[in-house]
């Protein structure tokens, strides 16, 4: 059947069994928003494309399916940029449709013209720009393939005015071509059987892992995996929620504020298999005095991740989850694995002192702790909850305070580390999870960077819950300040702000203000009832610091203690 | 150390500027680059000739075959290969100079394109070494201009032939 190319678009969509799209129209997507008009695909209008970008975003790191976004041309398309990149580097699945002007007015720096296939070509995975209205099916589905498939990843599809206008036949393609694209997904047999014998001649192993076992569904695998060895495990940011964070062998997360136990332990283990972590600097510290003993061996979907930054002994380019399964299956059938698990006794005891010595901890003052607010929590939620963060310290402490025990239940933007991103992608989780608690921890600083979503979320009733500690500063830029800057608090006072009950209510969401640590609870509860968002603007310990901390390119074992 | 690197892409818009954006994108050289079609219009070959330590080679290396668009990379220099390169030079010659000049152009088969009263276009192609040692001949005599396509280089279908006729 003939169709123009809006039709075929929401037809395409249709066919990738896309069922939200975080959107906001504009001139260049007419003729798609009249498609949308009759569309049982449920449209929800954000009121900052940088919004849509994120929400897109945050439904598919709940889901695991691929995030859509459509905005129009220029500054619609230029809004999503910071929401690419934020994907891009937690190689998160979207694909962000912009407008474009009709294609005889592409390059005459038309009314709102963008290049945003030359703009975002750095943060996608991919992007495409498509010139005919017979390459739309063909390019939406490639589109989706890329973004979801090896490490997954934000892809962009511009589509000019006059190619939505024009009829075509539609027929949605079986196949994919793309001859330069073949992710690989099995592990190297005899990469895998080495690996299995370095690692059983070792007596002080760690598991570090990280976002790719989240991607990859990998949670089961991997917790089969450090049962069968007793190795602890430590997980990056992007990796938390991918083994139980209340497990006896979890170390925590390492890195810049990781914990005592999982920073020494990388520092003195003489095994570390990484596995979908890409030693990230945040993590390593000071690259020369990272695992420095160890031998590695490190899995990833992604070969340009293996020996960037850290040389490694046995590499493995594949899948976590096939390949941690036939590490499973080989080290079951093992006869080393009981002599291995006896000879690593020591080690254990070893961290057990370190966790014991140096546990995540904060001092009680008469004030609100923030540390506190999160510890409660995870207390009402029992680990059940879909949190996000924005970036900061109410990031960091997120991390070491609330113990995530399942994976998809951490959205957070590591990589990029942009503010203003846990509240609209508390909103796209929670679209796609109606039923779950989604509560996002923010900063004061963070959250004025995208509250216009508290329109959005009142308008669908998505009553995703907002918990502010606010200590009026951009807290962990003051951290910095207070210990490298002497104190020189530089353009980081944020008392300048809202009234964020008033805020509240005048958006029609609810808001509290807490001031005593026995007020948490009660008002926790109640919000997590409301039938309306919530902004909690919980007025924390101004100077609190994130510890343990690492110095920025210091080695892991110098951590600032608290 | 010097690699030339053969890159198979799809012949797609924008992936000269993929490439490109990989390289200045995370601070790799670009020495050379040259671009065209291949037998299969589909299909594009580039040359293109970086350097760095080892380890940056191979990100290089991994990071072009991660683009969507690219189908094969070749680390030429591992393998036997052929590498050639075109030079356009506009040399003075006037007076005796003009038959000196044309005497080295003899010498190495290079052909004059174009001429003047005061000067000639040579062309000339070869390898580096030899495109350097003429360049280094001819301009006590006065090169005024030159132009050079880069490098275009293939891997030789017998790997042990050494045999390159310059
Ligand atoms: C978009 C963006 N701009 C700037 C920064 C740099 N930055 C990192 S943390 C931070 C302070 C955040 O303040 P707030 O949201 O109040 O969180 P807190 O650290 O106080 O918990 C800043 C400015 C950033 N990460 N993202
Ligand atoms: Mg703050």
Redesign the interface.
């Known amino acids: 059947m003939k169709m123009n190319g809006a039709k075929i678009f929401v037809e395409s969509l249709k066919k990738e069994g896309v069922d939200t799209i975080f959107g906001y129209p504009g001139g260049v997507v007419l003729y798609i928003y009249d498609e949308l008009y009759h569309s049982d695909i449920k449209h929800i209008l954000v009121r900052h494309e940088q919004g849509a970008a994120h929400m897109a975003d945050g439904y598919a790191r709940v889901t695991g399916k691929v995030g859509v976004a459509l905005v129009t041309s220029g500054p619609g398309a230029t809004n999503t940029v910071t929401g690419l990149a934020t994907a891009y580097m937690d190689s998160i699945p979207i694909v962000v449709f912009t407008g474009q002007v009709p294609t005889n007015l592409v390059g005459n720096d038309a009314f709102q013209e963008a290049d945003i296939v030359g703009i975002t070509r750095s943060c996608t995975k991919h992007n495409f720009l498509i010139k005919n209205v017979k390459d739309i099916a063909k390019t939406i589905k490639e589109a989706f393939y890329i973004a979801r498939t090896g490490r997954p990843g934000p892809v962009v599809v511009d589509i000019p005015k006059d190619v939505t206008m024009d009829s075509t036949e539609f027929s949605y393609p079986d196949d994919i071509e793309l001859p330069g694209y073949k992710p690989t997904y099995e592990g190297h047999t005899n990469q895998i059987k080495r690996s299995i014998d370095m690692i059983l001649a070792s007596k002080k192993p760690v598991i570090y892992s990280g976002g790719g076992i989240i991607s990859s569904g990998a949670s089961k695998e991997l917790f089969a995996f450090a049962e069968l060895l007793k190795a602890p495990v430590t997980n990056t940011l992007m990796g938390l929620g991918g083994f139980p964070g209340e497990h006896p062998l979890f170390l925590g997360m390492l890195g810049m504020h990781g914990t005592y136990a999982a920073n020494m332990a990388v520092t003195h283990t003489d095994m570390l298999v990484a596995i979908g972590a890409r030693f990230d600097d945040r993590v390593t510290g000071d690259i020369s005095e990272f695992a420095p003993e160890a031998k590695i061996v490190h899995i990833d979907i992604d070969p340009t991740s293996i020996s960037k930054n850290v040389e490694v002994d046995i590499p493995i380019v594949g899948n976590a989850k096939s390949i941690l399964a036939e590490m499973n299956k080989l080290l079951k059938q093992d006869k080393r694995l009981k002599g291995f698990v006896r000879e690593s006794e020591d080690w254990k005891t070893l961290i057990n002192q370190w966790k014991e010595s140096h546990p995540l901890t904060y001092k009680e003052t008469g004030k609100l702790k923030p540390q506190f607010v999160i510890e409660r929590i995870y207390e009402l939620t029992k680990g059940n909850a879909i949190i996000t963060t924005e970036v900061g310290q109410n990031q960091m402490w997120t991390a070491q305070f609330y113990k995530f025990s399942k994976p998809r239940t951490f959205v957070t933007s590591g990589g990029l580390g942009t503010m203003g991103y846990g509240f609209p992608a508390a909103i796209g989780a929670k679209v796609a999870m109606p039923e779950a608690t989604v509560i996002d921890i923010a900063g004061d600083g963070s959250i004025q960077m995208n509250i216009q979503e508290l329109a959005t979320a009142v308008q669908y009733k998505v009553n995703v819950v907002v918990a502010i500690l606010n200590n009026n500063y951009l807290g962990m830029v003051r951290q910095w300040q207070s210990l490298f800057y002497g104190k020189r608090y530089s353009h980081t006072d944020m008392s300048h702000k809202p009234d964020f009950v008033k805020l509240a209510d005048a958006y029609g969401a609810k808001g509290y203000a807490v001031e005593k640590k026995n007020d948490v609870l009660p008002v926790l509860k109640e919000a997590l009832k409301s039938k309306l968002p919530v902004l909690i603007d919980f007025r924390v310990e101004e100077e609190e610091d994130v510890y343990p901390m690492v110095p920025s390119g210091a080695s892991l074992k110098k951590m600032l203690l608290a | 150390m010097r690699h030339t690197i053969s890159l198979t892409?799809?012949n797609k818009?924008?992936v000269l500027?993929?490439v490109a954006?990989l390289f200045s994108?995370r601070g790799y050289n670009i020495e050379s680059l040259s671009v065209a079609e291949t037998l299969d219009p589909a299909v594009s070959k580039m040359t293109i000739v970086t350097n760095g330590e080892d380890?940056i080679i191979?990100?290089i290396i991994?990071?072009l075959?991660?683009?969507?668009?690219?189908?094969?990379v070749v680390d030429l220099t591992v393998t036997g290969h052929v590498e050639r390169e075109m030079v356009l030079i506009k040399v003075s010659a006037s007076g005796e100079n003009r038959t000196e000049v044309l005497r080295l152009v003899d010498i190495f088969r290079g052909k004059i394109v174009d001429v003047s009263p005061d000067t000639f276009v040579i062309e000339l192609t070869g390898d580096e070494e030899k495109i350097g040692a003429v360049l280094n001949l001819l301009k006590p005599l006065g090169v005024k201009d030159i132009v050079r396509t880069g490098k275009v280089a293939m891997q030789r279908s017998i790997q042990h032939n050494t045999v390159d006729n310059k």
């Open positions: 892409v799809e818009f924008g500027a993929r954006g994108g380890k191979e990100q991994k990071q075959n991660k683009l969507i668009n690219t189908i094969k």
